[in-house]
Nanobody, 127 residues
Framework: QVQLVESGGGLVQAGGSLRLSCAAS????????MGWFRQAPGKEREFVAA????????NYADSVKGRFTISRDNAKNTVYLQMNSLKPEDTAIYYC????????????????????WGQGTQVTVSS
């Protein structure tokens, strides 16, 4: 089972940028599809972005499309979430997740598709 550790969260002003990283343990990182989700206080966890195991395909929630970019470096066992033009409504705990045995070019937007989760990293955007 892959283990995931997020980093890169923090406090930023509206309009600013952050880059989240998610480091995975194990030698089979390239066999997992990856995703980012977030959960704001009092709200359900929601999909943010996903990337296929080969990195060729990506998928974004409408609320972040054009502002966030997901990428992965399989040599470094890491997936990234570049967040630009941040808004106060982006404030949440951000989680990365891994899905085992995905379709080769598949991306997954449902949290129920994922098998492993990180502990989360807090992102706070001030107005």
């Amino acid at each position: 089972q892959v283990q995931l550790v997020e980093s890169g969260g923090g406090l930023v002003q509206a309009g600013g940028s952050l880059r989240l990283s998610c480091a995975a343990s194990g030698r089979t990182f390239s066999s997992y599809a990856m995703g980012w989700f977030r959960q704001a206080p009092g709200k359900e966890r929601e999909f943010v972005a996903a990337i296929s195991r080969n990195g060729a395909n990506t998928n974004y929630a409408d609320s972040v499309k054009g502002r966030f970019t997901i990428s992965r470096d399989n040599a470094k066992n890491t997936v990234y979430l570049q967040m630009n033009s941040l808004k106060p409504e982006d404030t949440a705990i951000y989680y990365c997740a891994a899905k085992a045995l995905p379709y080769y070019s598949g991306t997954y937007a449902s949290q129920y598709d994922y098998n492993a989760w990180g502990q989360g990293t807090q992102v706070t955007v001030s107005s």
